[in-house]
C-alpha cells in the first residue's frame, strides 16, 4: 500500500509564495507519473501540475509562469513551488503518484491553501 502525504499548505496574502511538499512511500522508480491537483469548494478536481518520470511537465494555464513543479528523486518527493498566488489559488490541494505497473493512481489525503485578498 503506497502512502502519499502532503504538507506545506497554509494561509497566505495574496502576491506570497507556499511551497507544497508530497512524500511517497516506496522507490519513485514505481511511478511514472506525479501530480499536483486542486479542488475548490462546490468544483471538480483539476490538474495543477505533472511531471513525468522522463522529466516531461505540464501546467494548467491559469498557473503558468507562477507554479513550478519538481521532484527529489532521492527523497522520494515531489513539490509544487507557488508564486504571485491569488484568491483564486485558494483550494484543497493534492498530490498524486500513479504506478508504472499496475497504473493506479495514488492520493494523498490534501492540504489546504488559502490565500486572503
Known amino acids: 500500500q503506497v502512502q502519499v502525504v502532503e504538507s506545506g499548505g497554509g494561509l497566505v496574502q495574496a502576491g506570497g509564495s507556499l511551497r507544497l511538499s508530497c512524500a511517497a512511500s516506496?522507490?519513485?522508480?514505481?511511478?511514472?507519473?506525479m501530480g499536483w491537483y486542486r479542488q475548490a469548494p462546490g468544483n471538480q478536481r483539476d490538474m495543477v501540475a505533472t511531471?513525468?518520470?522522463?522529466?516531461?511537465?505540464n501546467y494548467a494555464d491559469s498557473v503558468k509562469g507562477r507554479f513550478t513543479i519538481s521532484r527529489d528523486n532521492a527523497k522520494n518527493t515531489v513539490y509544487l513551488q507557488m508564486n504571485s498566488l491569488k484568491p483564486e489559488d485558494t483550494a484543497v490541494y493534492y498530490c498524486?503518484?500513479?504506478?508504472?505497473?499496475?497504473?493506479?493512481?495514488?492520493w494523498g489525503q490534501g492540504t489546504q491553501v488559502t490565500v486572503s485578498s
Open positions: 511531471i513525468s518520470s522522463g522529466g516531461s511537465i
Open positions: 516506496g522507490s519513485m522508480l514505481s511511478f511514472n507519473v
Open positions: 498524486s503518484f500513479r504506478s508504472r505497473w499496475t497504473g493506479d493512481t495514488h
